[in-house]
Each structure stands twice: as structure tokens, then as C-alpha cells.
T-cell receptor
Framework: AQKVTQAQTEISVVEKEDVTLDCVYE???????LFWYKQPPSGELVFLIR??????QNEISGRYSWNFQKSTSSFNFTITASQVVDSAVYFC???????????????FGKGTHLIIQP | ETGVTQTPRHLVMGMTNKKSLKCEQH?????MYWYKQSAKKPLELMFV???????ENNSVPSRFSPECPNSSHLFLHLHTLQPEDSALYLC???????????????????FGPGTRLTVL
């Protein structure tokens, strides 16, 4: 069975600080996808990044960066120079590739509530 | 990307009512999903439809009944709900391929804004 753990329930930092959100996953598959989503107060889940299990390169997108390490089954998310608009709940999710074809649901972590104080 | 819409955005219903949630995707995707988000719980997958056929039902109570008439529309019919069913119901869609090496698959699910359901 697959599982995603986000141990940090809530993080509060002051604007302009860097912050890292942790994500640890469990899966028996060798082929899978990992995702991060942002959920602002409006409720809609906003897609941030998708990473497949064969690609361990770290990725940077503006102030966002992701560190994928298969050896520790982690896919951590760092926001550099945080801003108030980054305040939201962030979810890490896992999808196992269904080799027979077709769709598969995402397994989500419980989310980390990030609060950026001005 | 805001190609998935959901109506209504808010719904209050009694336990004896029958109502339906609607989801529509404008992304040309071939798979759609219903998720339930309760307070202090992870998002829970309820139903998956791929090419309009249901492929997964995670032991959801029969008082929730999905319907997928075509690849763009997904409904969730509700009847005789319980107060514990109050939650945010999220719809998502994705483009799925057929096999690990099928590069038409993105596996990225795009979500709608959700329907906030309150059962009295």
C-alpha cells in the first residue's frame, strides 16, 4: 500500500525567510509519480510540480525548489524568500503508474499549513 | 490552469434530501475523479472514471452515486446523507495513457474549486 507522510502540520515563518516542507512516501512500485499541490483559502488545489521516479534531478522554479531523494523516499519542497501570498496548505501526493493503462487516484499526505507573517 | 468547474460551490442539505454535484472539464482529458476533503483528514479518493467507465470505487457508501455520461462531465448524486458527510468535495481530471511508455499520459490531475457541502 502507498502512503504519504507530511509530518509538519503547521509552519509559521516571517516573510522573507526560507522554509522547507517535508514529504516522505512509501510505495512498493518502482515506477511512480510525486506531486506537490497548493491549496489557498479559496479551496482549489493548484498543481505545482510532477516528478517521475526515474528523474532524481532537483528542480527550481523561481523561488520554489524541490529535492527528490529516492534513497530516503523524500520529496521536499523549499520556498526561498517567502512571501505572504505563499500562505496556504501544501499537499504532497503519490501516484503509482498503472502499467495496465488507465487512470489511478492520488494518495495525499495530510498537508502542511504554511503561514507567512508580514 | 482553471479548466475544471464545479457547481454548486456551496450546498446545504437535510439528511432526507436528494441533490447532485456537477463537474465539467474543458481540458480534453479522458479521466475524471471525485475526492472528499474532511477537516483534519487527508484527501480521500472516492471514484475514478477513465474513458467514462468507473475503474475504482474506494468502498464509498451507496448514498454517494457517481455518473459519468461523457468524458467532460461528472456527477455525484447524493441521497440520505449523514452529518459526517459534510466536507469539501473536489473533482479532478487528467489525461491518461495506456502503458508505462505511453507518453500521452501526464498523470497530472487538475482540480476544480470544490463544492462545500453541509449536511444538517
Amino acid at each position: 500500500a502507498q502512503k504519504v507522510t507530511q509530518a509538519q502540520t503547521e509552519i509559521s515563518v516571517v516573510e522573507k525567510e526560507d522554509v522547507t516542507l517535508d514529504c516522505v512516501y512509501e510505495t512498493r512500485d518502482t515506477t511512480y509519480y510525486l506531486f506537490w499541490y497548493k491549496q489557498p483559502p479559496s479551496g482549489e488545489l493548484v498543481f505545482l510540480i510532477r516528478r517521475n521516479s526515474f528523474d532524481e534531478q532537483n528542480e527550481i522554479s523561481g523561488r520554489y525548489s524541490w529535492n527528490f531523494q529516492k534513497s530516503t523516499s523524500s520529496f521536499n519542497f523549499t520556498i526561498t524568500a517567502s512571501q505572504v501570498v505563499d500562505s496556504a496548505v501544501y499537499f504532497c501526493a503519490l501516484s503509482e503508474v498503472y502499467s495496465g493503462g488507465g487512470a489511478d487516484g492520488l494518495t495525499f499526505g495530510k498537508g502542511t499549513h504554511l503561514i507567512i507573517q508580514p | 490552469e482553471t479548466g475544471v468547474t464545479q457547481t454548486p460551490r456551496h450546498l446545504v442539505m437535510g439528511m432526507t434530501n436528494k441533490k447532485s454535484l456537477k463537474c465539467e472539464q474543458h481540458l480534453g482529458h479522458n479521466a475524471m475523479y471525485w475526492y472528499k476533503q474532511s477537516a483534519k483528514k487527508p484527501l480521500e479518493l472516492m471514484f475514478v472514471y477513465s474513458l467514462e467507465e468507473r475503474v475504482e470505487n474506494n468502498s464509498v457508501p451507496s448514498r454517494f452515486s457517481p455518473e459519468c455520461p461523457n468524458s467532460s462531465h461528472l456527477f455525484l448524486h447524493l441521497h440520505t446523507l449523514q452529518p459526517e458527510d459534510s466536507a469539501l468535495y473536489l473533482c479532478a481530471s487528467s489525461q491518461e495513457g495506456w502503458g508505462i511508455l505511453d507518453f500521452t499520459s501526464t498523470d497530472t490531475q487538475y482540480f476544480g474549486p470544490g463544492t462545500r457541502l453541509t449536511v444538517l
